[in-house]
């Protein structure tokens, strides 16, 4: 595959919501898999509702998916006068034309259009009047006479519009600003895109843009149009189904690589491949088996997905990931080794990063603050229980070295020497050290306390609880 030029074009009027996150990662991937490049565009002119605080949230977003682009982001209000000097072209080569019809007028026009039946448009009484630049006046593109405009698109196939079905749009307003669509053909091409993917809201625009480079003797780009995410009822995606901003899955303590990898199967497929690493994404990913059919939000599938890179993640990845959360929860910073010690402990037993931060807790409060569950409490520190507690810290006081080895050695010991069994000993046990019925392994969580806050935990129940 020759190198594909791609961009994500996003407006910064929000934060990156997931259907932006799933064409970014696409144009990506296009990008990654053929050795090309993938830019950034800021749609910024929208001046009343685009803000600097969504572009830079949109940007983190990206950062944190793992979706790194080539050069710096490009502003589209940086550029209005080389838009212009297309507009320019385009009247030199009589392919524009200056127009002073007024709003009023051509809602008037359009109208009587549809009284009439027909498409709204603008019906080009200013084509052939010679007109120059004065105030009020916009430039119009002039259409071919008939035709149609045919494109070969990457999801949708074959589509064809017939060019009546269109007007002489607008390409620069009357305040002298380029268009969307006039804004967005240039910039294409200046930035040298070959593959234009992008949601398929915007499918109506590409027809238009198509006759710009037309008109303008461009090379046309491959278009592609992706359907948009549907809720699990297959009604527009609410908020409640998932149609949430990416730093929100974040903050919920998602992984990224399941982020990624939910939204490239929602919409793409490889076989009956489900979960794919990022190389293997960028291995397969040509453009090709690209859904033409909307996909529905599934947050169980989501959360499966999300399980299975909470343990396929490194320890010392998934160690640097869980910190901010560990700290979101009051619980310190603890070194990157401790960390991954818990990591490896409570991974298979956490959702996400928020909930494993929070399963930490019970080892990472002094033993005075562990909070018992009463009912393992009242169940477990009985007078049996105490007695087995109270001889195992002794024998664990003696332990050494205190490690894992040595501790399950003890333990199984201690049952076998007093013909218990090991159901009998291990609950107070458990208890004691964790708060409850839960945790890993008795031994690793001994090791990772260390003797003195074990014996201190194993002591305290003997006052009471
Ligand atoms: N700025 C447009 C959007 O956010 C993208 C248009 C495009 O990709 O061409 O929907």
């Known amino acids: 595959m020759t190198a594909v030029v791609t961009r994500f074009a996003p407006s910064p009027t929000g934060h990156l919501h997931i259907g ?9 991937l296009l990008a990654r898999h053929s ?31 793992g979706l790194d682009w080539d050069g710096e982001p490009v502003y ?90 269109l007007d002489d749009m607008v390409v620069r307003r009357a ?6 669509n006039m804004a967005v053909v240039v910039d294409d091409h200046e930035m040298g895109v070959t593959h234009v993917l992008r949601g398929d ?38 908020k409640r189904h998932g149609a949430r901003a990416v730093i929100e899955y974040r903050q919920d303590g998602l992984l990224p690589q399941a982020l990624v990898n939910y939204l490239v199967r929602l919409g793409w497929s490889h076989g009956n491949q489900e979960l794919f690493s990022q190389e293997e994404l960028v291995r397969y990913f040509d453009g090709t088996s690209l859904n033409p059919a909307a996909a529905a939000f599934d947050p169980a599938k989501l959360q499966w997905c999300n399980a299975h890179f909470m343990r396929e993640t ?15 929860a009051g619980l ?47 169940k477990h520190f009985t ?33 076998a020497d007093n013909g218990l069994k090991f159901k009998e000993v291990a609950p107070p046990v458990r208890t004691a050290l964790m708060g409850y019925m839960g945790g890993s392994h008795l031994n690793e969580i001994m090791a990772f306390l260390g003797r003195e806050e074990t014996l201190a935990r194993l002591e305290r129940p003997q006052g009471g609880v």
């Open 383 to 415: 007078g049996a229980g105490k007695a087995h507690l109270r001889a195992l810290a002794g024998i664990f006081g003696a332990c050494a070295p205190f490690a894992a080895e040595n501790i399950e050695a003890a333990l199984n010991a201690y049952v």
């Open 20 to 28: 932006g996150a799933r064409t970014a990662i696409f144009c990506w």
């Open 314 to 328: 490194p320890l010392p990845l998934l160690a640097e990931m869980v910190a901010p959360f560990v700290e979101e």
């Open 201 to 238: 809201d915007h499918i109506s625009n590409t027809p238009r843009q198509i006759l710009l480079y037309e008109a303008l003797g461009l090379p046309v780009p491959r278009f592609g149009h992706v359907p948009m995410i549907l809720g699990p009822d297959r009604q527009k995606l609410s």
């Open 332 to 378: 310190g910073t603890p070194a990157p080794q401790r960390l991954e010690a818990l990591c490896r402990m409570f991974r298979e037993r956490a959702d996400n990063l928020r909930d494993m931060a929070e399963s930490f807790r019970p080892l990472l409060v002094p033993a005075a603050e562990l909070d018992y569950r009463q009912k393992d409490a009242d």
């Open 76 to 165: 589209q209000t940086q550029r209005t006068d080389l838009y212009n000097r297309y507009v320019d072209r385009l009247l030199q080569s009589g392919h524009a034309y200056w127009c002073s019809c007024t709003p009023e007028e051509v809602e008037a026009m359009r109208e009587e259009a549809r009284q009439k039946g027909l498409k709204p448009r603008y019906d080009g009484r200013c084509r052939e009047r010679g007109l120059g630049p004065a105030e009020g006046r916009c430039v119009r593109l002039r259409l071919p006479a008939s035709g149609k405009v045919l494109f070969d698109d990457m999801v949708k196939g074959k589509i064809a519009v017939d060019v009546a079905e």
């Open 35 to 65: 050795g090309g490049r993938f830019y950034l565009r800021i749609e910024d002119t929208d001046l009343l509702r685009s803000r600097q605080e969504y572009t830079d949230s949109i940007l983190a977003s990206m950062r944190w998916l």
């Open 175 to 180: 305040d002298g600003m380029p268009t969307y």
